[in-house]
Structure formats: structure tokens, C-alpha cells
């Protein structure tokens, strides 16, 4: 492959914290040099000119659903991967909650094989951590690693027993395995749809108070401090779930903490007249509690946002709000979402930029996420000021239930490469 210089970019540098003019050359798939300004000696076959548009490391999603094995007319690691390279994402890490769950080698061979034929972005796979997800039996979890899982987790449906989840952590630690884990009491949210509170009342909406994810936050640092396991919380949305998290990574335990874009984004108003696809797990939040996570993620206390994209058909969301299915797409609306807290909320570029590409990508030990030397070439360029108005039948995605369907947004990615093959942008917008 030939050299190729990104120039005349903004280059946002997630791991110096900084935003400056640059350029990047590209040689064989891989970064082997950055400049301020390239002088006429830089070899190259072909100069691609930025305009001044922002130039960063590719997103590396982690926590996305696609609907393979089982429920393909949701989301399929075709759809998912055109979806992704619109959205900037160069990297997925899949989650396991298919029909059947992937808890077996076979499963995950299966799927891996789909992603490398279908997407034409990178994709990780994640096991469960429990067969079936059921909380019964740990899954043979040294079998799955050398199949290729990157990490284990049951999603929303929480190990109850904690005599089962202590053993399935000590064998992760064994093994270095990641376990990811959702922090919502499975009690108190069973049947819940909105955050508890005014709000909830006045709508007549089953509620489930903040605290269930502070309880489960608590129980989980308990045993990853026991095992010593490496753990990773999948999505904090309270303010109250916070000083736990802080006094845990203040004590040492090998803890991450993620949160999606839509709890960054959105709060529990905008459930207003009942609109499912503001129907999330956990639900939303009050807007204390966004502002409070938005700042977790300036100070870095949060390590990771994702877009914690969860298709659903037309059906599962056209019900009443209490039956209706939760959660939303976002690969495409990761980034232009993101734009919100850069413009309205004051979050650096680059500030997002770690949590959305280095971060997620440093705890699972990618070398992704940067532009440094001998990193891989997975970029993105793209125009964080550019207006438009989102058209949900227009994204790429198989289900189109998006919150912000109809919503301004800005920023537009106007190409992603991985591996330094253009995947998005130019021919093949």
C-alpha cells in the first residue's frame, strides 16, 4: 500500500489532550508519522486534504448489539458495519445478548466469521459470562478466549447469585480476563420504566430509584476487590453511583466505568408523551444526574462512552410505554451526539475523543485509539460544526428507533478508514 498524507487537518490527539493543525502520513495500514507542518521532502503516493476538518482516531464502540444469530431482520453485521463507518466507528465490540447467547466457541466462531465476511469495520465479539445468561453456570471461559472473546458479560440480565459470580470472576482473574457488568439491582428494576421521582408519578410510570444502580455498583466493586478481578461497569447514569466509583479507583481495585451517549445526552423529560424511543435500560435520568456524569467524564472518573446501540423492529416499540422494548440504535448518532457536550456542555474534543477511542481501546488492549507511530491507520475525519437535521429512515441501520429522529444535530463525519482503506466518505458515502 502505498504512503498517504492526511494534511492541512485539525488533528485531535486523545492521548496529549490536545487539538492542533497536522498532518498524519499512512504507509501499509499504519501511522509512521506526524507532522505540524509537512514539508515538500515528505515521499508520498497521494496527498488527501483535510480542509481544516478534524482528523482523529477511529471510535472504538464497546458494548454494541447485533442481531446475529437469531433476530437478523433487527441489525446484521452488514447493516451494523455500514452503520458504524457513518458513524466514525472503526472499531465494534459486540455484545452477546443473541438468540442463542454466545457461551460457546462454536457460537463465537460463528459470529466472528459473519463479521469479518460482512462488516467493513473491525470487529471484537464478547462472550457471556454465564450460560444461557441465565446466573446458573459460568461459561468455559479459557475455551472462549482462544476462540477470540475480548471479554464476558451477561448485559442486563445481572448474575443474581453471588456464590456463582465470585466464582466466575476468580476464574477470569486467572486468566486475565475483562468482565463487563450492568449496575441495576435486578429487584428493584424488575418491571421499571422510568427513574423514579415527580416525573414518574405524573405519568403514571413504574419507577426504579437511583440507588439500584448504587447497590449493585457496591456489590460488584465487593467481589472484583475479593477476586481481584478485572472489571469493567458497564453503564453509570447517577450522580449517586459516583463516590463509590471514586473511592474504588482511589483504593486500587482494577475498575473501568463506562456510559452511553443517550444518558450523556438526554434526560427523563424526554419521555414526554410517552415516545418509546426515549425508552432506555436503565431508563433516563434527571438532569442532575446528566450534568453529573458529564462531569465524571471531563475529570476521567468515567472512563468510556459508548453508543450502546440496541436495535429494535417497529413492533417491539409501537406499544404502550410499560411493555414496549428499551433501548435505542446509535452508531450513526454517536459522534454528532457527542457534539452536544462538546458545543453545549464545553467537553473538549479531545476529552471525548479519550473516552470514546483510547480508553475503550487501552482496556482492551487494542492498539487502536490514537495517532501515534505504528498505530494502526483507523481514522476519522470529520466536521464537528456542520449542521443538519437527522432523518431516522435515512441511517443505515436495519431498525430505525432512534431518540433523535427529527433533532438538529451537528457534526458530520466526512470519511473513515481502517486500516487506511477508506470505508466511508468520497465514492462510497
Partial sequence: MARTLFANAVLVDPVALTQRPGAVLVEDGVIIDRFDVPGPDVPTAGVIDCGGKCLAPGIVDLGVKVCEPGERHKESYRSAGLAAAAGGITTMITRPDTLP???????????TRRANEAAPVN????????KGREGREMTEIGFLMDAGAVAFTDCDRVVTDTKVLSR????????????????????????????SGKFASL?????????????????????????????????????????????????GVD??????????????????????????????RAEDDRVAVVEAVREGLIDVVCSMHTPQDE???RLPFEEAASGAVGLETLLPASMRLHHSDGLDLAVLFRAMSLNPAKRLGLPCGRLDKGAPADLIL?????????????????????????????GRVLGTWVGGTRVHGGANA
Avoid at 470472576?169 to 418491571?191: C, F, I, K, M
Avoid at 452511553?260 to 408523551?273: G, K, P, Q, R, Y
Wanted: glycine share 6%.
Fill in 101 to 111: 447467547a454466545i457461551d460457546t466457541p462454536e457460537t463465537l466462531e460463528f459470529v
Fill in 123 to 130: 470487529v471484537l465479539c464478547m462472550a457471556a459470562l454465564t
Fill in 168 to 195: 466466575a470472576l476468580t476464574y477470569a482473574r486467572s486468566l486475565g480476563a475483562l468482565v463487563l457488568g450492568h449496575q441495576q439491582d435486578p429487584g428493584l428494576s424488575r418491571g421499571a420504566a422510568a427513574t
Fill in 203 to 251: 405519568r403514571g410510570l413504574p419507577g426504579v430509584s437511583a440507588m439500584a444502580e448504587r447497590m449493585a455498583l457496591d456489590r460488584d466493586i465487593s467481589l472484583v476487590e475479593m477476586t481481584g478481578a478485572r472489571y469493567h461497569a458497564d453503564q453509570i447514569t447517577t450522580a449517586r453511583a459516583l463516590p463509590a466509583l471514586r473511592r474504588a479507583k482511589r483504593n
Fill in 255 to 284: 475498575l473501568t466505568a463506562g456510559t452511553s451517549i443517550h444518558h450523556l445526552t438526554l434526560n427523563e423529560f424526554d419521555v414526554a408523551d410517552y415516545r418509546t424511543f426515549f425508552k432506555l435500560k436503565p431508563p433516563l
Fill in 315 to 317: 413492533e417491539s416499540k
Fill in 382 to 410: 470529520f466536521d464537528p460544526h456542520a449542521p443538519f437535521i437527522l432523518d431516522r429512515w435515512t441511517m443505515r441501520s436495519k431498525s430505525k428507533n432512534t431518540p433523535f429522529d427529527g433533532a438538529r444535530l451537528q
